[in-house]
């Protein structure tokens, strides 16, 4: 019974009453405000509830009512919630408050004025169950602008759609994109057969706008992005001639400015990155956008001392592939291969330092877009069939979506279930 009210409460926080939580004791009011499961349209109900509550607790421990106010998610309100926010001061002092409501109105006003506060604060509430799919190129080396989103949750069948408020600035192609809270950066990228950028744009999702930020330091496609704490790192790529590179840059979230960091081990195109455990992850790639030699190494960065190790091997050299982090294994699925499109599916094991063959995707793939969702990977569109490849006509492109249960060892594809147009060498973020 106790976790069926909790699971109502936690599901139905919008049509509650904020005066109802106010008997409640303080670990339990904390328990259902910092609980991921807690789904509310808007965060304004969130400081309504935390208002009621310390109006009628006044002589709460003042710590206690510092980490009540500290849950609220201060970049999803609105300028029109600042009178509200300022009711706030009367409880926990004025030049704390006055912190939040100068960066909420900052924001709200536009541009990149302010220091971004911590993530955290830009995250919505309740279940991930989106993953966007980004630009790309489609048939005849034409790139797109699109984004397609996948709606994929426990209770409801897996579908596609188009979200034409949402397309790219401009086509893209082998670019970098990276997902963080109500946030999704595009980094740098092909914007033409013969024209590459170092422009980097960031999407709100609640302000539904593209900002444009600072530019990457040099012009990159082919190149590989994930978040390390409250930065994003950039790894490898071919510069504006075609070479490969070993440029490691970070991008400092809170202050809008690049860095340049030691170098991968060696120049790389066509790697996968993941995340996990506050740990990058680089995996395979080659060593030319003419692949004379691909890559079996796995490398791990220590963000804190800007440090790559060579922690293992993939079991087969690979380019071009997707790469999953998920409970102290990577899953690295298709890519190329003795020059040919692959549909391996190998899992790294990297406390055990060991790598294993699973079982195999349903078709080959590579330059496919990859995402984590509910304990399953999905490999979206790119490259398919297993012929060998001498030339860049490769091989079939695909709009099919692939998606592997991790729990159950088994591959799935949804035959109804496609992206509006065959595409590869996109990005998908889940949001």
């Given at each position: 019974?106790i976790?069926?009210?909790?699971?109502f409460?936690l599901?139905?926080?919008?049509?509650?009453p904020?005066?109802?939580f106010?008997?409640?004791p303080?670990?339990?009011?904390?328990?259902?405000?910092s609980?991921?499961?807690?789904?509310?349209?808007?965060?304004?109900?969130?400081?309504?509830v935390?208002?009621s509550?310390?109006?009628?607790?006044?002589?709460l421990?003042?710590?206690?009512?510092?980490k009540l106010i500290?849950?609220?998610?201060?970049?999803?309100?609105?300028?029109?919630?600042?009178?509200?926010?300022?009711?706030?001061q009367?409880?926990i002092?004025?030049?704390?408050i006055d912190?939040?409501?100068?960066?909420?109105?900052?924001?709200?006003?536009?541009g990149?004025?302010?220091?971004?506060m911590?993530?955290e604060y830009?995250?919505?509430?309740g279940?991930?169950?989106?993953?966007l799919?980004l630009?790309?190129?489609?048939h005849?080396k034409?790139?797109v602008d699109t984004v397609?989103?996948?709606e994929?949750?426990?209770?409801?069948?897996m579908h596609?759609?188009?979200?034409?408020?949402?397309?790219?600035?401009h086509?893209?192609?082998?670019f970098?994109c990276?997902?963080?809270g109500?946030f999704?950066?595009?980094?740098?990228?092909q914007i033409?057969?013969?024209?590459?950028?170092?422009?980097v744009?960031?999407?709100?999702?609640?302000?539904?706008?593209?900002?444009c930020?600072?530019?990457?330091?040099s012009?990159r496609?082919?190149?590989?992005a994930?978040?390390?704490?409250?930065n994003i790192?950039?790894?490898?790529g071919?510069d504006?001639?075609?070479?490969a590179?070993?440029?490691?840059?970070?991008y400092a979230?809170?202050?809008?400015?690049?860095?340049?960091?030691?170098?991968?081990?060696k120049?790389?195109?066509?790697?996968a990155?993941?995340?996990?455990?506050?740990?990058?992850y680089?995996?395979?790639?080659?060593?030319?956008m003419?692949?004379?030699?691909?890559f079996?190494?796995?490398?791990q960065?220590?963000?804190?001392?800007?440090v790559?190790l060579?922690?293992?091997?993939l079991?087969e050299?690979?380019?071009?592939?997707?790469?999953?982090?998920?409970n102290?294994?990577?899953?690295?699925a298709?890519?190329l291969?003795d020059?040919?499109?692959s549909?391996?599916l190998?899992?790294?094991d990297?406390?055990?330092n060991?790598?294993t063959?699973?079982?195999p995707?349903?078709?080959?793939?590579?330059?496919?877009?990859?995402a984590l969702?509910?304990e399953k990977?999905?490999?979206?569109a790119?490259?398919?069939g297993s012929?060998?490849i001498?030339?860049?006509?490769?091989?079939?492109?695909?709009d099919?979506?692939?998606v592997?249960?991790?729990?159950?060892?088994?591959?799935?594809e949804?035959?109804?279930?496609?992206?509006?147009?065959?595409v590869?060498?996109?990005c998908?973020?889940?949001?």
């Amino acid at each position: 019974m106790i976790k069926d009210t909790k699971t109502f409460i936690l599901s139905h926080f919008d049509a509650i009453p904020a005066d109802a939580f106010t008997e409640l004791p303080f670990t339990s009011l904390y328990e259902f405000l910092s609980d991921d499961k807690l789904v509310c349209k808007s965060e304004a109900a969130v400081l309504h509830v935390v208002i009621s509550y310390l109006a009628e607790n006044k002589d709460l421990d003042q710590r206690h009512k510092r980490k009540l106010i500290d849950l609220l998610n201060y970049g999803l309100l609105n300028t029109d919630d600042l009178p509200l926010l300022r009711r706030l001061q009367i409880f926990i002092g004025q030049e704390y408050i006055d912190q939040i409501y100068n960066a909420i109105a900052c924001y709200d006003r536009g541009g990149y004025k302010q220091p971004l506060m911590c993530t955290e604060y830009f995250t919505p509430r309740g279940h991930l169950t989106q993953i966007l799919v980004l630009g790309g190129t489609s048939h005849n080396k034409k790139m797109v602008d699109t984004v397609s989103v996948i709606e994929a949750t426990h209770i409801s069948p897996m579908h596609t759609s188009k979200k034409p408020e949402l397309s790219l600035p401009h086509a893209l192609n082998s670019f970098a994109c990276v997902s963080i809270g109500n946030f999704v950066f595009i980094i740098a990228g092909q914007i033409s057969p013969k024209e590459i950028t170092s422009d980097v744009h960031r999407y709100d999702i609640r302000k539904s706008e593209w900002l444009c930020l600072a530019k990457l330091p040099s012009k990159r496609y082919t190149h590989v992005a994930h978040l390390s704490m409250e930065n994003i790192i950039v790894v490898g790529g071919a510069d504006e001639k075609g070479a490969a590179t070993a440029t490691v840059y970070s991008y400092a979230i809170k202050n809008n400015i690049w860095s340049v960091n030691n170098p991968f081990p060696k120049k790389v195109v066509f790697a996968a990155i993941c995340t996990g455990q506050d740990q990058v992850y680089v995996s395979g790639g080659c060593n030319s956008m003419a692949r004379d030699r691909l890559f079996d190494s796995i490398y791990q960065y220590e963000p804190r001392g800007d440090v790559w190790l060579l922690i293992g091997h993939l079991s087969e050299p690979c380019c071009a592939h997707s790469m999953i982090y998920y409970n102290t294994k990577l899953f690295i699925a298709g890519g190329l291969i003795d020059e040919s499109v692959s549909d391996l599916l190998q899992c790294y094991d990297i406390e055990a330092n060991q790598c294993t063959s699973l079982m195999p995707l349903p078709s080959a793939r590579m330059t496919s877009g990859c995402a984590l969702l509910n304990e399953k990977i999905y490999i979206v569109a790119g490259y398919e069939g297993s012929d060998e490849i001498h030339d860049d006509s490769y091989t079939t492109l695909t709009d099919s979506i692939l998606v592997y249960d991790i729990l159950h060892n088994e591959w799935s594809e949804e035959e109804e279930c496609k992206l509006p147009q065959p595409v590869r060498s996109m990005c998908c973020v889940v949001i």
